[in-house]
C-alpha cells in the first residue's frame, strides 16, 4: 500500500520538474529576438540626434 503512495507522489515530481524544465525553456528562447526594421531606425535616428546635439551645444557654450 505504501509503495503505491510513494509511487504515484514520485510521478508527480517527475511531471513538475519537467513541466519547470519547459516552462525555463521556453523562457530562455522568448528572451532574445532580433529588433525590427523599425525599432533599429528609431535607434540610429536617436543615436544621430544625440551626437548632433552634443556638438551643437558644445559650440553654442564653447566649452574648450
Known sequence: MAQAGFGTTENKIIKQQAAREDEWQAVQEDEWYDLL??????????LGLGVFLLVIFLFVFGVK
Request: net charge positive; proline share 10%; charged share 30%.
Open 37 to 46: 526594421p523599425i525599432e533599429k531606425k528609431l535607434i540610429s535616428y536617436t
